[in-house]
């Protein structure tokens, strides 16, 4: 007897645990109360330019990922990325590794049809990276570095829009 009011007991204090859990399957995800999705998706529409350069694709692929595209209509986004370097470090020793700071400055441009300039902003990052003397290991960990500085300018970038750009002026229809 003393071993079924025992499970008894557990059944009870695991129904007890189990019940909002189950209640709680149906969220799945959260949305925004008081916004149309339709609407958003519309406002953040775009029409991607074509890439000058790598640290361009880049960028466009990333903002290409968060952003839908858009419709003949749609504004045109543009953006512009150039890399630079520089060393953090000044030392008279004879090690060969030195301390790079690669710094990717971007530039993001939204027009309309007619090329009427609807938004724009300026952002920067950086990556460190270091070299060794090796020509070809030098080259390719400024590239790594570049590349990388250029994801995170794109990320920046992405959240300057959300910030800031209003969206296309839209013509209210006359009724």
Same mark, same amino acid.
């Given at each position: 007897?003393?071993?079924?009011?025992?499970?008894?007991?557990?059944?009870?204090?695991?129904?007890?645990?189990?019940?909002?859990?189950?209640?709680?399957?149906?969220?799945?995800?959260?949305?925004?109360?008081?916004?149309?999705?339709?609407?958003?998706?519309?406002?953040?529409?775009?029409?991607?330019?074509?890439?000058?350069?790598?640290?361009?694709?880049?960028?466009?692929?990333?903002?290409?990922?968060?952003?839908?595209?858009?419709?003949?209509?749609?504004? &045109?986004? !543009?953006?512009?990325? /150039?890399?630079?370097?520089?060393?953090? %470090? @000044? +030392? =008279?020793?004879?090690?060969?590794? $030195? #301390?790079?700071?690669?710094?990717?400055?971007?530039?993001? &441009?939204? !027009?309309?049809?007619? /090329?009427?300039?609807?938004?724009?902003? %300026? @952002? +920067? =990052?950086?990556?460190?990276?270091? $070299? #060794?003397?090796?020509?070809?290991?030098?080259?390719?960990?400024?590239?790594?570095?570049?590349?990388?500085?250029?994801?995170?300018?794109?990320?920046?970038?992405?959240?300057?829009?959300?910030?800031?750009?209003?969206?296309?002026?839209?013509?209210?229809?006359?009724?």
């Amino acid at each position: 007897m003393w071993s079924s009011k025992r499970a008894a007991r557990n059944v009870l204090i695991s129904l007890g645990f189990l019940t909002p859990a189950l209640a709680l399957v149906g969220c799945t995800s959260f949305a925004p109360v008081y916004s149309d999705v339709a609407m958003a998706e519309a406002k953040y529409a775009f029409n991607f330019a074509k890439p000058v350069s790598r640290l361009d694709q880049i960028a466009y692929q990333e903002l290409a990922l968060r952003f839908p595209g858009g419709t003949l209509d749609s504004p &045109t986004l !543009t953006v512009s990325i /150039g890399a630079s370097s520089r060393g953090l %470090t @000044r +030392s =008279a020793t004879v090690n060969p590794v $030195t #301390n790079y700071e690669a710094i990717a400055n971007g530039t993001v &441009t939204i !027009t309309d049809a007619g /090329g009427k300039k609807l938004f724009s902003a %300026t @952002r +920067s =990052a950086s990556t460190g990276y270091q $070299t #060794n003397g090796q020509v070809f290991a030098d080259t390719e960990a400024f590239r790594s570095a570049s590349e990388q500085a250029a994801r995170d300018v794109a990320e920046s970038l992405r959240l300057a829009i959300l910030a800031g750009y209003k969206g296309p002026m839209l013509v209210p229809a006359l009724k």
